[in-house]
């Protein structure tokens, strides 16, 4: 009986948790990259480019190229928005072991992050 009474309550109670849960499953996941993590490209402009799942705020995302080996950083990359992702130009990249780091904002709000190496060879 009491049960009985409650029910509407918690059926909006979990629905109330659902509706706030929800955009959270939006935030930026890494949906491709080039270069590809584990991929060797020709030395020279490397043309960075990263997709994600949903719609990013470019201006508070940022990518970053370190040296494979200690992690200095190499250079800043300076990015411009492609849709849902950032594009960026590494101009002269040397032969040798690179991390690209990204630091992602979706637009709910959710600061997501990760990295991927790639190695340049002449
Ligand atoms: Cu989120």
Sequence with gaps: MILRKKLP???????A??????????????????PQDGATVP????????????RIDSKLSRLTLLKAADQSV????????????LRARAPDLQSGA???EWQILSLD?????GRLNFRVER
Excluded: D, K, M, W
């Design 9 to 15: 309550f918690l059926l909006s109670l979990i629905l």
């Design 17 to 34: 948790f659902a509706l706030v849960r929800a955009p959270c499953l939006a935030h930026a996941a890494l949906i491709s990259a080039s």
């Design 43 to 54: 030395s020279g402009e490397v043309v960075i480019q990263l997709r994600f799942n949903s």
């Design 74 to 85: 190499v250079q800043p990359l300076e990015t411009s928005p492609v849709s849902e992702g």
């Design 98 to 100: 690179y991390t690209l």
């Design 109 to 113: 709000g959710h600061l997501t992050q």
